[in-house]
């Protein structure tokens, strides 16, 4: 059975720092591209940030420079360091788990920046 499951979301105020963890199971985590996506009240999800089996990373314009994707794959870990966070990161942030056609999905984490 797969799971990834993602922690470290939470309420922080502008400007601070949050780092979210997703811990896979089920699946060979190294040969997996990962990727973080979030979803805003009343909005479509979207592509925050994706980082290959090379280590190969991307991010959506409004993240960059501030977010960092790494992942461990001697502990089946993708994380998402996040920095300066602004009110409009608010949101629950997806972990995702994606080769060829297969995808995978955590149940999300919620983040709240707000004063």
Do not use: H
């Not at 925050?48 to 409004?62: E, F, H, K, L, P």
């Not at 629950?92 to 297969?102: D, E, G, K, Q, S």
């Amino acid at each position: 059975q797969v799971q990834l499951v993602e922690s470290g979301g939470g309420l922080v105020q502008p400007g601070g720092s949050l780092r979210l963890s997703c811990a896979a199971s089920g699946i060979n985590f190294s040969i997996y591209n990962m990727g973080w996506y979030r979803q805003a009240p009343g909005k479509q999800r979207e592509l925050v940030a994706t980082i290959t089996v090379g280590d190969s990373a991307n991010y959506r314009d409004s993240v960059k420079g501030r977010f960092t994707i790494s992942r461990d794959n001697a502990k089946n870990t993708v994380y998402l360091q996040m920095n300066s966070l602004k009110p409009e990161d608010t949101a629950v942030y997806y972990c995702n788990a994606f080769m060829n056609i297969r995808a995978y999905w955590g149940q999300g984490t919620q983040v709240t920046v707000s004063s």
